[in-house]
């Protein structure tokens, strides 16, 4: 990454930092991007450069959030049991919420409390879905396109994700985020191991 990319980077993180703070803490309909630009220390013109709209700022959070699914996918050990391979890429966000739990908090409640944003995550998680199947098909040789398996396993570990954050927030944060992606998985391991085809 250039220094310029660095520099956008960062600006772009400080501006969706302020911005997810100030949507939790007040309300996605009481919040101006000139509140969000004030609270970043930057101008409306260089927050419109980044976005399009303050929704776009949570747009961009949740997509980020399925490329390091992706990734962790991409990366998990060859030969490594599906189930496993799935936890530890959907553990990713979920791991973000543990580690940053007030923080997370606010922002998932948001996001699950505020229609027009729930509306753009559950758009999102059908992206992560494919995006996901198709890294699932490369891994085990299938054919993405054809096959049933992929999908309607990265939709188990989608819902598992989904449940896992549901009760999560719903605990005001009080349960244990890998206790519950833990025990998810136990309950949809078993159909996702043994359900690879195989030959």
Not at 24 to 47: N, P, Q
Not at 53 to 73: H, I, N, P, R, Y
């Amino acid at each position: 990454m250039s220094l310029a990319e660095r520099k956008r980077q960062l600006v772009a993180d400080e501006l969706t930092e302020a911005a997810l703070q100030l949507l939790a803490l007040k309300g996605f309909d009481a919040v101006t991007v000139d509140e969000i630009v004030g609270a970043a220390g930057v101008s409306k013109r260089t927050f419109f450069r980044y976005f399009a709209s303050k929704e776009d700022v949570v747009v961009q959070f949740l997509a980020d959030m399925g490329t390091g699914m992706c990734a962790e996918l991409a990366a998990r050990p060859a030969g490594e049991r599906p189930s496993e391979a799935l936890r530890h890429a959907v553990w990713v966000p979920l791991g973000e919420c543990a580690d940053h739990s007030e923080r997370a908090l606010r922002v998932v409640r948001l996001i699950l409390g505020t229609p027009a944003l729930l509306a753009r995550f559950l758009e999102r998680q059908a992206q992560w879905r494919d995006d996901l199947a198709a890294e699932l098909a490369r891994r085990e040789g299938l054919d993405d396109a054809t096959g049933l398996y992929p999908r309607l396993a990265a939709g188990m570990a989608l819902n598992a994700f989904d449940t896992v954050l549901h009760r999560w927030s719903g605990s005001e944060g009080k349960e244990d985020p890998a206790g519950l992606t833990d025990g998810a998985f136990a309950v949809i391991a078993p159909a996702l191991d043994a359900g690879v085809p195989r030959g």
